[in-house]
């Protein structure tokens, strides 16, 4: 199983981080041994949360829009990257977008007010915004995007945040 590309990923690739954070790591291998036709397989040892997926499976996740899969594309933290021409030439399609637009909704909308969701589905509109305009993002977030997000999750309603959001994911500029 050869690695074709392993970033950082979780709240350390999205600038969200705080000291007690444990780390995420993406790994996308060639082929697995399996009569499968999709690989996927997550794991936690150690405090290391590991996503590993067959390059089929990602780039198949990729085109229907699985945020993870495409902050996986985007990163800009690789560990690994047998594959970064591929994906600095990726551009994500209109595909993308119903499936970011419903784990917004679901996010914000979470039943108890969790912040954590909150600031996620308020992240996710940031990056759909930049997947609209140019179909690339940078899963990293800038220290007042995270300062911005941050706040208004913790301030807002899960309705004001979901209303925050789509005001993000559809903002054109002027």
Same mark, same amino acid.
């Given at each position: 199983? %050869?690695?074709?590309?392993?970033?950082?990923?979780?709240?350390?690739?999205?600038?969200?981080?705080?000291?007690?954070?444990? &780390?995420?790591? &993406?790994?996308?291998? !060639? $082929?697995?041994? *399996?009569?499968?036709? $999709?690989?996927?397989?997550?794991?936690?040892?150690?405090?290391?949360? !590991?996503?590993?997926?067959?390059?089929? *499976?990602?780039?198949?996740?990729? %085109?229907?829009?699985?945020?993870?899969? =495409?902050?996986?594309?985007?990163?800009?933290?690789?560990?690994?990257? $047998?594959? !970064?021409?591929?994906?600095?030439?990726?551009?994500?399609?209109?595909?993308?977008? %119903?499936?970011?637009?419903?784990?917004? $909704?679901?996010?914000?909308?979470? %039943?108890?007010?969790?912040?954590?969701?909150?600031?996620?589905?308020?992240?996710?509109? =940031?990056?759909?915004?930049?997947?609209?305009?140019?179909?690339?993002?940078?899963?990293?977030?800038?220290?007042?995007?995270?300062?911005?997000?941050?706040?208004?999750?913790?301030?807002?309603?899960?309705?004001?945040?979901?209303?925050?959001?789509?005001?993000?994911?559809? &903002?054109?500029?002027?």
């Amino acid at each position: 199983m %050869e690695i074709l590309f392993k970033t950082i990923h979780g709240s350390r690739l999205y600038g969200l981080h705080h000291d007690n954070s444990d &780390y995420d790591y &993406y790994t996308v291998v !060639s $082929k697995v041994k *399996t009569a499968r036709a $999709k690989y996927a397989k997550q794991s936690i040892v150690d405090g290391v949360d !590991s996503v590993v997926v067959d390059f089929g *499976t990602w780039l198949m996740q990729v %085109e229907s829009g699985v945020p993870q899969a =495409c902050e996986a594309m985007m990163s800009q933290m690789p560990v690994r990257d $047998k594959i !970064s021409a591929f994906r600095n030439n990726y551009v994500l399609g209109t595909g993308v977008w %119903e499936r970011y637009l419903r784990t917004i $909704k679901s996010f914000a909308l979470t %039943e108890g007010n969790d912040f954590k969701r909150k600031r996620h589905a308020l992240r996710l509109a =940031c990056n759909f915004q930049d997947i609209r305009r140019w179909g690339r993002f940078n899963p990293t977030l800038v220290e007042d995007d995270v300062l911005a997000i941050t706040q208004s999750a913790n301030d807002m309603t899960s309705e004001q945040v979901y209303n925050l959001a789509l005001g993000i994911a559809w &903002y054109d500029g002027t």
